[in-house]
C-alpha cells in the first residue's frame, strides 16, 4: 500500500505539473509562471467579492489579453479534455481486461471505436458536424449492443469471454466495412482531411462543451467503474470462482461492459479513436502496484491522463504550426513501449 500511495501521489504531482507546462508551450511567448500569476489572478477576481473586505487584492494579470484568451478559452479546454479523456481509456482498458480475461483487450475490442467511427463519419459527409458527438456515442452503444448480442446468441444466452472477444471483433469489422464504403462514395475534397482526423484521433476541436461531455461521463460511469475494484478480482480466476465468491458472473459482466461502452462512447464522441492509452496503460500501472484492480484502477485514471495530456502536447507543437493527430503518437509510443513490457513479463520481472 506504501508503494501505492506513493505512486499515487507522484503521478498526481506530475498531472499537475504537466498541465501547466502544456499550457504554456506554444508561439504565445508564455512561461508556467505567467500561468500560475494569470491563475491566481482570476481566481483572486472570483473571490474578490465575498472576500475583499479581508483584504483581498486582486493581482495584475501578467497575461496580455490575447494571452489570456489563447490559455484559458483555447488551450485549457483542450488540456481538461485530454485528462479526461486519458483517465477514461485507461480506466476501460483495466476492465476490459479483466472482465474478458485477456491482456490484448483495450477499450475498443467490442467494436466500440468502430460503431462511433460510423456514426460520425456519417454527420461528417452530410455537413452536420455539431451532431458528431451525439452521433459517434450512438454508434459505440448501438455496435456494442451488437456485440453483445450476436456473443449471447452464440453461446446459448451465456455470455462467455472468448465468444464476446469474437463476436466483438466480428461487429467491428462490419463497422469497418460500412465507414470505408461512407468515405469512398460521399466524401469529397477537404473533407477528406477532417474524416481521417477524426478517425485517427485529435483533441485539436475540443471545446468547454467538449470537456464537460468528457468530465460529467467520468463523474457518472467512472466513478462506478473505479469503485469496482474487488469485483473484478473476483473474476481474476475466472467464473467459477467469482461465483463462489459471491458474484452474479452473468450479471455484472453485461452490467460494467454497458457500463464501458458508455464511458469509452464518450471519450470516443469527443476525441475520436486514440489506441494504446486503454491498452499499455495498465499494464505498465501493474508492473508498479500489482494486480489488485482496487489499486490499478485509480492510478491507471492518473496515469492514462498524464499520458494522453503528453501525446496531445506533443501533436499540437511538434510541427508547429501544422498539428498531427494524437493516434499518430500514441501509437508510435505504445507500440514499443508495450513489447517492453511484454518483454519484462516474459523476463519474470513482472
Same mark, same amino acid.
Given at each position: 500500500?506504501s508503494?501505492?500511495?506513493?505512486?499515487?501521489g507522484?503521478?498526481?504531482?506530475?498531472?499537475?505539473?504537466s498541465?501547466?507546462?502544456?499550457?504554456?508551450?506554444?508561439?504565445? /511567448?508564455i512561461?508556467?509562471?505567467d500561468?500560475?500569476?494569470s491563475a491566481?489572478?482570476?481566481?483572486?477576481t @472570483?473571490?474578490h467579492?465575498v472576500l475583499g473586505? $479581508?483584504?483581498?487584492?486582486v493581482?495584475?494579470?501578467?497575461?496580455?489579453?490575447?494571452?489570456?484568451a489563447?490559455?484559458?478559452?483555447?488551450r485549457?479546454?483542450?488540456?481538461?479534455?485530454?485528462?479526461?479523456?486519458?483517465?477514461? %481509456? &485507461?480506466?476501460t482498458?483495466?476492465?476490459?481486461?479483466?472482465?474478458?480475461?485477456?491482456?490484448?483487450?483495450?477499450?475498443y475490442? #467490442?467494436?466500440?471505436?468502430?460503431?462511433?467511427?460510423? !456514426?460520425?463519419?456519417?454527420?461528417?459527409?452530410?455537413?452536420?458536424?455539431?451532431?458528431?458527438?451525439? &452521433?459517434? $456515442?450512438?454508434?459505440?452503444?448501438?455496435?456494442?449492443?451488437?456485440?453483445? =448480442?450476436?456473443?449471447?446468441?452464440?453461446?446459448?444466452?451465456?455470455?462467455?469471454?472468448?465468444?464476446?472477444v @469474437?463476436?466483438?471483433?466480428?461487429?467491428?469489422?462490419?463497422?469497418? &466495412?460500412? =465507414?470505408? $464504403?461512407?468515405? $469512398?462514395t460521399?466524401?469529397?475534397?477537404?473533407?477528406y482531411?477532417?474524416v #481521417?482526423?477524426?478517425?485517427?484521433?485529435?483533441l485539436?476541436?475540443?471545446?468547454?462543451?467538449s470537456a464537460?461531455?468528457?468530465?460529467?461521463?467520468?463523474?457518472v460511469v467512472?466513478?462506478?467503474l473505479?469503485?469496482?475494484?474487488?469485483t473484478? /478480482?473476483?473474476?481474476?480466476?475466472? /467464473?467459477?470462482? *467469482?461465483?463462489?465468491? !459471491?458474484?452474479?458472473?452473468?450479471?455484472?459482466?453485461w452490467t460494467?461492459?454497458? %457500463?464501458?461502452?458508455?464511458?469509452v !462512447?464518450?471519450?470516443?464522441?469527443?476525441?475520436?479513436s486514440?489506441?494504446f492509452v486503454?491498452?499499455v496503460?495498465?499494464h505498465?500501472?501493474? @508492473?508498479?502496484v500489482?494486480a489488485?484492480?482496487?489499486?490499478v484502477?485509480?492510478?491507471?485514471?492518473?496515469?492514462?491522463? %498524464?499520458?494522453?495530456?503528453w501525446?496531445d502536447? *506533443?501533436?499540437? =507543437?511538434?510541427?508547429?504550426?501544422?498539428?498531427?493527430?494524437?493516434?499518430?503518437?500514441?501509437a508510435?509510443?505504445?507500440?514499443?513501449?508495450?513489447a517492453?513490457?511484454l518483454?519484462?513479463r516474459?523476463?519474470?520481472?513482472?
Amino acid at each position: 500500500m506504501s508503494r501505492t500511495w506513493w505512486a499515487g501521489g507522484t503521478l498526481a504531482l506530475a498531472l499537475v505539473a504537466s498541465a501547466v507546462v502544456a499550457l504554456a508551450l506554444g508561439p504565445a /511567448d508564455i512561461t508556467p509562471g505567467d500561468i500560475l500569476g494569470s491563475a491566481g489572478h482570476h481566481l483572486a477576481t @472570483l473571490l474578490h467579492p465575498v472576500l475583499g473586505g $479581508f483584504g483581498l487584492e486582486v493581482p495584475a494579470d501578467p497575461l496580455s489579453r490575447i494571452q489570456d484568451a489563447i490559455v484559458w478559452q483555447g488551450r485549457l479546454p483542450r488540456v481538461v479534455a485530454a485528462i479526461g479523456v486519458g483517465a477514461g %481509456l &485507461a480506466v476501460t482498458g483495466t476492465v476490459m481486461q479483466a472482465l474478458l480475461r485477456n491482456p490484448l483487450a483495450d477499450p475498443y475490442l #467490442l467494436g466500440i471505436s468502430s460503431g462511433a467511427s460510423v !456514426g460520425a463519419v456519417a454527420v461528417l459527409v452530410l455537413g452536420v458536424g455539431l451532431l458528431l458527438p451525439v &452521433a459517434a $456515442f450512438a454508434g459505440a452503444v448501438l455496435a456494442l449492443a451488437a456485440s453483445l =448480442t450476436l456473443a449471447g446468441v452464440v453461446s446459448g444466452g451465456r455470455l462467455t469471454p472468448g465468444r464476446t472477444v @469474437l463476436a466483438g471483433v466480428a461487429v467491428a469489422q462490419a463497422c469497418s &466495412a460500412v =465507414t470505408s $464504403f461512407i468515405i $469512398f462514395t460521399s466524401v469529397q475534397g477537404d473533407s477528406y482531411r477532417e474524416v #481521417l482526423g477524426w478517425l485517427m484521433g485529435t483533441l485539436g476541436g475540443a471545446t468547454w462543451r467538449s470537456a464537460v461531455i468528457v468530465w460529467v461521463a467520468l463523474a457518472v460511469v467512472g466513478v462506478v467503474l473505479v469503485t469496482s475494484g474487488r469485483t473484478l /478480482d473476483a473474476f481474476a480466476f475466472g /467464473d467459477t470462482s *467469482a461465483a463462489s465468491l !459471491g458474484v452474479h458472473v452473468a450479471r455484472t459482466r453485461w452490467t460494467l461492459l454497458g %457500463l464501458v461502452a458508455l464511458l469509452v !462512447g464518450a471519450m470516443v464522441s469527443v476525441s475520436g479513436s486514440i489506441g494504446f492509452v486503454g491498452l499499455v496503460v495498465p499494464h505498465a500501472v501493474r @508492473l508498479l502496484v500489482g494486480a489488485r484492480h482496487v489499486r490499478v484502477l485509480p492510478l491507471a485514471a492518473v496515469a492514462g491522463a %498524464l499520458v494522453l495530456l503528453w501525446a496531445d502536447t *506533443a501533436a499540437r =507543437t511538434v510541427i508547429e504550426p501544422r498539428e498531427l493527430p494524437v493516434g499518430i503518437l500514441t501509437a508510435a509510443i505504445g507500440a514499443p513501449v508495450f513489447a517492453l513490457l511484454l518483454a519484462r513479463r516474459r523476463g519474470g520481472i513482472a
